[in-house]
T-cell receptor, first 118, second 112 residues
Framework: GAVVSQHPSWVICKSGTSVKIECRSLDFQATTMFWYRQFPKKSLMLMATSNEGSKATYEQGVEKDKFLINHASLTLSTLTVTSAHPEDSSFYICSAAPGWAYSNQPQHFGDGTRLSIL | EDKVVQSPLSLVVHEGDTVTLNCSYEVTNFRSLLWYKQEKKAPTFLFMLTSSGIEKKSGRLSSILDKKELFSILNITATQTGDSAVYLC????????????FGQGTILTVHP
């Protein structure tokens, strides 16, 4: 149980393009999902908390207009990197857990999306 | 600010060896500590620890938490090459259990 699916797994695109990444909880509902970014040989850094039916909460230093998050249903959150530039190239990972934000369940991660901006 | 520190940062062993990975933490409102294994893709869940002194075990992997001394260890016995990975320790913080603060990770390399 507790499977999180992320799509696509790899994207290469030109500078200036917007890229949408999907995160789905396959066998459970999640009112909250999380988006992380990971640089090579570094640990995961939380970018934002995606809340179903309301605005996302962004971590300090993360541009909300650059990284648009939509959580339209209890099983789907999307991250759109708008007008992507080479410095946005990274490994983006989402996570979710069954239940709601205050339930002490472990987070399960999607397989990640490797984004390369040329 | 919540803080998680792992040691060692990297470890190279031979198959059959036993390894111990360390994780110390500082968190304002402790709820749990989680261990993950990361290979080429995203982290996969290993253990969630909430109580001191109770060992969690899965095959050759085991983990224990000490809430008084604020640390946890992850043991791997009879290591295999498939155990080579980055092992991440994380604690949830803030008002949401899902908002994880990660340690730097321990890179484990197991040679045949």
């Amino acid at each position: 149980g507790a499977v999180v699916s992320q799509h696509p797994s790899w994207v290469i695109c030109k500078s200036g393009t917007s890229v949408k990444i999907e995160c789905r909880s396959l066998d459970f509902q999640a009112t909250t999902m999380f988006w992380y970014r990971q640089f090579p040989k570094k640990s995961l850094m939380l970018m934002a908390t995606s809340n179903e039916g309301s605005k996302a909460t962004y971590e300090q230093g993360v541009e909300k207009d650059k990284f648009l998050i939509n959580h339209a249903s209890l099983t789907l959150s999307t991250l759109t990197v708008t007008s992507a530039h080479p410095e946005d190239s990274s490994f983006y990972i989402c996570s979710a857990a069954p239940g709601w934000a205050y339930s002490n369940q472990p987070q399960h991660f999607g397989d990640g999306t490797r984004l390369s901006i040329l | 600010e919540d803080k998680v520190v792992q040691s060692p940062l990297s470890l190279v062993v031979h198959e059959g060896d036993t390894v111990t990975l360390n994780c110390s933490y500082e968190v304002t409102n402790f709820r749990s500590l989680l261990w993950y294994k990361q290979e080429k893709k995203a982290p996969t869940f290993l253990f969630m620890l909430t109580s001191s002194g109770i060992e969690k075990k899965s095959g050759r992997l085991s983990s224990i938490l000490d809430k008084k001394e604020l640390f946890s260890i992850l043991n791997i016995t009879a290591t295999q090459t498939g155990d080579s990975a980055v092992y991440l320790c994380a604690v949830p913080g803030g008002t949401s259990y899902g908002k994880l603060t990660f340690g730097q990770g321990t890179i484990l390399t197991v040679h045949p």
